[in-house]
């Protein structure tokens, strides 16, 4: 047994933040299904990147661009992004199928532009989960102020939310409460809840480097090789810190009496999602999120 399936028996799930029309047509994506893949995340910059260094979205490009009328530049994106998250959560969802949806999803996320905008978000998300119509599709919203009545919105609909760019437990609980309240109302409406999905995406390096930044200019103005040496011991260890008290936030909401009427509903808890668990201090391991938070 691999790793991955190592890790799901364990409860985890690695989800993979890439996604091109040459990964998933070259059968790269396939492949790393069947080894325990269990997801797919993607943003505008991966898209950006796919688009612009592969020549297999030329022909879907042409199509678009000699079509009569003409078509907006931003729908072009548009429709290139959607065949792909659409032929990426097709490879996923036995997986959907065989966790019953706890996994098997495939996240694509709104226009940048509309972050502060919360109709323009929630007019967008529902286009998006319209156009690309796959059970085990995950909108991403991010975490914005304006970002987080938009989630609630979604949810109410029964629209699958991958919640992004998280960095604090204060806005975490404002996110892990957007869903809750979004779930309650569609209970309220007489909808059903137990199919509508969310995780919540911690975003983990980025937070020791903002940390360790503030530590070396400490660590530079310490009066004396003992106050710096205490200072050093610090670099690295801001980030797992704030995901541990995520977690254990997580397990207080989603462990609550409140959120048990939901479950005897059918309602699943917003996992958390660890990204950006790449490390970007060279001085680290590769894995020193990804080794520490499974642990």
Request: with cysteine; hydrophobic share 40%; glycine share 6%.
């Amino acid at each position: 047994m691999n790793a991955l399936k190592q890790l799901e028996q364990l409860g985890q799930s690695v989800w993979y933040d890439n996604i091109s029309r040459g990964v998933i047509l070259g059968g790269a994506l396939k492949t790393m299904v069947d080894e325990g893949l269990l997801g797919v995340t993607s943003n505008p910059t991966i898209f950006d990147k796919a688009i612009s260094g592969s020549p297999d979205y030329d022909g879907q490009i042409r199509e678009l661009v000699d079509a009569s009328p003409a078509i907006p530049v931003e729908e072009i994106i548009q429709s290139l992004m959607v065949r792909d998250i659409q032929m990426a959560a097709d490879a996923l969802r036995l997986v959907y199928e065989r966790t019953r949806g706890r996994d098997g999803y495939v996240s694509v996320e709104v226009a940048p532009r509309k972050a502060r905008d919360t109709e323009a978000t929630i007019q967008e998300a529902r286009l998006l989960w319209r156009r690309i119509d796959r059970k085990n599709l995950m909108v991403k919203i991010p975490a914005t102020t304006e970002g987080l009545p938009a989630v609630r919105q979604a949810i109410s609909e029964g629209i699958n939310i991958n919640v992004t760019l998280i960095f604090s437990c204060e806005r975490y609980r404002e996110v892990a409460e957007s869903f809750v309240r979004g779930l309650e109302e569609r209970l309220e409406d007489g909808k059903p809840v137990d199919h509508v999905a969310s995780v919540a995406s911690v975003f983990v390096s980025r937070v020791d480097t903002l940390v360790d930044n503030l530590l070396e200019e400490r660590i530079g103005s310490a009066g004396d090789p003992a106050t710096a040496d205490r200072l050093r011991t610090y670099r690295g260890k801001a980030a797992v810190a704030n995901a541990r008290q995520m977690y254990q936030d997580f397990k207080e909401i989603f462990g609550s009496p409140r959120f048990a009427t939901l479950e005897e509903k059918g309602a699943r808890p917003q996992r958390p999602l660890w990204a950006s668990t790449g490390t970007k201090n060279p001085a680290y391991s590769d894995l020193l999120y990804v080794e520490t938070l499974v642990a």
